[in-house]
């Protein structure tokens, strides 16, 4: 008797010894990858001026782990409390500080100053950042209204494009100069749970179970206006809820191409990517996964978006860097492989999560004007 007792008091400590670890990644997961309010903290400023003047800028690191390190390769904006400017190629740096190219934007930016580099590379919106003409609208969904930005073309053909999730229209800044050069209408769209737009009814993201539908909103507003054909774009959780779209939709055939870039197209695997990265116990994963899904109510299958591919009828451009620290560069491998009939991959070395574009603009923009010149629509 006293031996079934010890043997039950030791299964009560085993089954806690794995109960709470699981039940605290459930938790993190949740807060982490599915709580849109972690998103909406202001980013920190984690870097300093040391010195600035009309051509270069001098940064040092002032937090240990800053989102982009002061030699980040790439092109960003540079943006502090009071003054912002643009931060080229990387002229010197000794891996604390780093002396970059720099272009002022405005205000009044000094040494000693405080600021981060902003991946999206722009401020503000098309008519700021790019000298575009552009008109706020307003798209339905379920949900309610959602607002996007305008940008008119000369031809019939429409771009809508999504952004990632915790970010915001200012992602699609970097594209909407290349796809208005070749004369596309631009549609950058806000969906549920973005700041000031209509909620889910749970609070929560879904990666494009549920946000297909402000996409199929957004491509409604653009047939009502003359759209002859759309090409979407989709960054990293943005391309979830294109590819969730193009599966879903019954206004799929109007879209003539895609353009995604990082695309978390499986939701499983990145999970597992960041818990590796964060030095977490993969093990835990197969408990901690089964119960976030039941405790939050959703399928891991939602979000397998690679799935979907065998009934893919467009053309896609795909971009995606190799050091990715959110979504693994393995996913769009895995794209790229299984439709090589209908993926052109721009796959770029060194390179971290959405920010292809940051590495080469030049080449970057090239590649979305040839392949929207030369697309062509699978379907019959």
């Not at 700041?195 to 993201?205: M, T, W």
Request: contains cysteine; positive net charge.
């Amino acid at each position: 008797m006293r031996n079934r007792a010890l043997a039950g008091s030791a299964g009560g400590v085993a089954g806690a010894a794995v109960g709470l670890p699981a039940f605290y990644l459930a938790r993190r997961l949740r807060y982490e990858g599915f709580d849109p309010g972690k998103d909406r903290k202001p980013p920190p400023l984690d870097l300093q001026v040391t010195a600035v003047s009309d051509e270069t800028v001098t940064l040092r690191r002032a937090t240990r782990t800053p989102d982009l390190a002061a030699s980040e390769p790439g092109h960003f904006l540079l943006q502090g409390a009071r003054g912002w400017g643009y931060a080229g190629r990387v002229i010197d740096s000794n891996g604390l500080i780093a002396i970059r190219e720099f272009r002022h934007g405005g205000g009044d930016l000094r040494a000693g100053d405080y600021l981060r580099l902003d991946s999206f590379a722009h401020p503000s919106d098309p008519r700021e950042a790019l000298g575009l003409a552009f008109e706020h609208v307003r798209f339905n969904s379920p949900l309610g209204s959602f607002p996007a930005w305008y940008v008119p073309g000369s031809s019939s053909t429409w771009a809508i494009m999504t952004h990632g999730k915790g970010a915001d229209r200012r992602e699609a800044l970097r594209m909407i100069p290349a796809l208005a050069e070749s004369g596309l209408h631009c549609l950058a769209i806000t969906y549920r749970n973005d700041l000031g737009v209509p909620a889910s009814p749970n609070g929560l993201y879904s990666y494009g179970r549920d946000e297909w539908e402000e996409l199929d909103g957004a491509v409604a507003f653009a047939r009502a206006r003359g759209a002859s054909d759309i090409v979407l774009a989709g960054y990293s959780m943005g391309g979830a809820i294109t590819l969730s779209f193009m599966a879903k939709s019954a206004n799929s055939p109007a879209v003539s191409a895609l353009i995604l870039d990082a695309p978390m197209s499986n939701l499983a695997p990145t999970v597992e990517h960041g818990a590796r990265r964060a030095g977490l116990p993969i093990w835990f994963l197969g408990i901690s996964n089964r119960l976030a899904a039941l405790r939050y109510g959703f399928n891991w299958t939602d979000f397998d978006y690679l799935k979907t591919l065998p009934n893919l009828q467009v053309p896609v451009l795909l971009f995606h860097g190799d050091a990715d620290a959110t979504v693994p560069v393995e996913l769009s491998d895995a794209f790229a492989a299984r439709r090589p009939d209908l993926v052109r991959y721009v796959r770029v070395p060194g390179t971290g999560h959405v920010r292809a574009w940051n590495t080469d603009p030049a080449g970057y923009e090239l590649a979305v004007r040839e392949f929207v010149r030369t697309r062509r629509s699978v379907r019959t």
